[in-house]
């Protein structure tokens, strides 16, 4: 069953839009490094209702084998070291749609 993985970002302040977003460019990259992601969307919040966090990354994975996988994986691993520095704090839910 498809997995969805979602991710909101607040970044630290004073993180320009352009490293945010090649922060998110980088994520989106990870569908050609890992086998099972069917579709990465990100982009940044438009409506102000989401307290301090400004973007977000849905994750669409084949099942939950592929989100075992996806953490230890050495490209996750790679672009976590990309956002670690610029990241204040992340908020990850991860279910299956019904």
């Known amino acids: ?9 607040e970044f630290n302040d004073g993180v320009d ?6 922060s998110l460019r980088a994520v989106e990259g990870l569908k050609d490094k890992i ?5 990465i969307e990100s982009g940044k919040d438009f409506s102000g209702r989401a307290g301090e966090f400004t973007h977000a990354v849905i994750v669409t994975m084949r099942d939950r084998e ?8 050495p490209a996750h691993k790679e672009v976590q070291g990309l956002l670690g520095p610029v990241v204040k704090t992340l908020w990850v839910i991860d279910f299956e749609p019904s």
């Open 66 to 73: 592929v989100l075992s996988a996806y953490g230890p994986h």
């Open 35 to 39: 086998d099972g992601i069917e579709r």
């Open 17 to 22: 839009e352009d490293t945010r977003m090649t």
């Open 1 to 9: 069953m498809t997995v969805q993985h979602i991710v909101m970002l």
